[in-house]
């Protein structure tokens, strides 16, 4: 009997198991043990030689480091049991799903990865007074090491820590190391950040599980206390009949099939928040959607929500909100009498370092979100629909348009309303010399002046007939 000692990681016991393999040691002659500090049993030369190179199917390759997650004594036999056997002459054995060592590997991998998906949905950060971010999770098998990369791409922008039992995270922005595990009080309990975090949950949650027993199954109702999201869950249980449908309906990447008919505004605001019409959703904060009365007689039309307006929910809450407000004043109209909303209501970003880089959405995005917009018009019917930039233009008029040729012209709309392109704030922003940059803001506050005298125009009209 040989005992097998390395550092309990999947590298370690892949470099043991590659030397015991080459070696035809057969399985029931190996003691696994999984507490050895170092690496290996066998010298590096040994293990990392030509002569311990194996060629084994791409699918064991793939989940065999998901299995060795499993959080029992147990992966690493049934890991080396399939490995001798597929490299002694059982190559395909993995395709033969009755044999006992498969269907083991394969009910272990599927417990981790329902453990994987579970960890996405429910890690919740908490921020610290330096600005960092912390979470706390206990998952069921080792999985912080593969789930890490997951939140790099989701909040690489962040500094964040998450901490397990047996093993902690930490992200800068730019690295990712891992430490030893911390207990719950390691993580700070005050949250700024509880409403963020049901939004994204509201957004996360899939309502294709949400049956109750299927919830506490993966979730104990004895933990539903000390989540903030629980407070959501009767309230997307309530919505979640009307999502299902939406959502099995989808065929081809668009949100038309989320947009509940008859939908009233509020309903089609919270129907946005679970709209999967394209994979902007799975980078971005939440849905932004429109916002004012109902009853506006102007529509503003932005491209998309940018990196303030995406942590704040609400569209033009940031720079080039700034700049809009402060035209639409100048301009004589009050914003809270306007309808404003976006072209396409998630935010896409590249990620440099800490900061959410805005990328322009593409033609497939506009037109999946397209719809949106559509039913946000058809139930205000504005008078007029001011579209800010090229892609805000596109969508409202459904055609390429070029803004310095149409700018300021009122065009024909099919809903029944006049439509007005104009330059977007941001474009103002991005211009270097502020000569230039003033101009154009005096243009755009022109436009929109023209805007409002367009709507005083037809009152007078009505007035008249
Ligand atoms: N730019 C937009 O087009 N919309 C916003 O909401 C913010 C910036
Ligand atoms: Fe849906 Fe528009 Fe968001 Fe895409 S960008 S997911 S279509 S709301």
Redesign the pocket.
Known sequence: MIEARFNGTWQGWRDCARALTSRHTPPWDILWNASAGSPGLFDSDELCGEGARLNVPRDFLECAPIVACHRSPEPWRVLYRLLFRITHGERHLLEIESDEDVLEFRRMEKSVRRDMHKMHAFVRFRRTADDDYIAWYRPDHDILHINADFFVRRFGSMRWAILTPTASAFWDAETLRFGPGAPHSAAPRDDELEDLWRTYYASVFNPARANVRAMTKELPVRHWPTLPEAALIPKLLAESSLRITAIERTHTRSATHFIPAGASLPVLRQAAAGCEGCDLRLYATQT?FGEGPVNARIVLV?????D??DLAGR????P??EVLDCALREAGIDREEVY?T?AVKHFKFIERGKRRIHERPRGPEISACRPWLEAELRLIRPDLIVC??A??AQSALGRAVRIQSERGVFLPHHIGAEAMVTI???AILRIPDPVAAEAERVRLVADLRGAAARIRGLDNTMKLA
Do not use: D, I, L
Not at 315 to 318: E, S
């Open positions: 932004v932005g491209e998309q929500p940018g303030s307006e569209p033009f809450a940031g080039a909100g404003v976006n800010m930039g892609t805000a977007h704030p941001s």
